[in-house]
């Protein structure tokens, strides 16, 4: 395999590892997160997504600071508040919407990072 392939397969790795993670974390603040299944399911994607950086992945990646950040207010309780932006650490205001539990998000700077889950 070349260089260029080897990078090219790494990246397409590096992506199902993300977009597992991004899914544990979209069902890990559901309103139903508590129930068996959706715990299941998440710990599920969570051990792909350490599966794929094990076998494949020759170094561990830089966490993804808004993974972190999404994380962070997913264990959160309540149902609205602030942290730092991963982009420009600024205050990122978030709250979770009550119908379906997603995660809207917006920083105080002008310009900078708005999230809607």
Known sequence: MTARE???FNAGIETARQMAMAAAVTLEVRDDAREVRQQ?????LQGLASGLQAAF??????PDPM?????????DPANSGTV?????????TWAKDSGNGHIHAQ????GCLRVMQ
Do not use: W
């Open 6 to 8: 080897q990078a090219a």
């Open 40 to 44: 299941a399911a998440a710990a599920a």
């Open 57 to 62: 992945l020759t170094s561990p990646p830089e």
């Open 67 to 75: 993974h972190r950040v999404m994380a962070t207010i997913a264990a």
């Open 84 to 92: 730092e932006c991963p982009t420009c650490k600024g205050r990122l």
């Open 107 to 110: 920083c105080e700077t002008s």
